[in-house]
């Protein structure tokens, strides 16, 4: 049974820094991908991260060199830093366990999710 539990959001000025952590239960030794998408009022939920199971990163162009995605045993975080007003959304972290700890943008390859945690700039 997969479970992700997200914590970490809330409200931070321009310019500031959030760290969202995606806790992660998992059956022993599966590989997956991880995610972090995000979704803004009135618009389509977006990718913005992914860690492999070996630890690769991505990025979109939109968070690329303000966000860094990193792994713990049992827990996936993504360091967002430098927050702009159009980073505010409700986040999410997705786990891929179908591809092998591989990962691919589109929501559509994620097979479980965490229920969200609100990012707010202002």
């Not at 997200?6 to 030794?29: A, D, I, K, N, Q």
């Not at 700890?101 to 994620?110: L, Q, R, S």
């Amino acid at each position: 049974h997969v479970q992700l539990v997200e914590s970490g959001g809330g409200s931070v000025s321009t310019g500031g820094s959030l760290t969202l952590s995606c806790g992660v239960v998992m059956p022993y030794g599966l590989p997956y991908c991880l995610g972090w998408f995000r979704q803004a009022p009135g618009r389509d939920r977006e990718w913005v991260s992914s860690i492999t199971w070996e630890g690769g990163t991505e990025y979109a162009n939109s968070v690329k060199g303000r966000s860094f995605a990193s792994r713990q045993s049992g827990k996936r975080t993504l360091q967002m830093t430098n927050l702009r007003s159009d980073d505010t959304a409700i986040y999410y972290c997705a786990a891929d366990t179908r591809h092998r700890g591989n990962c691919y943008e589109g929501a559509d390859n994620y097979d479980a999710w965490g229920q969200g945690t609100q990012v707010t700039v202002s």
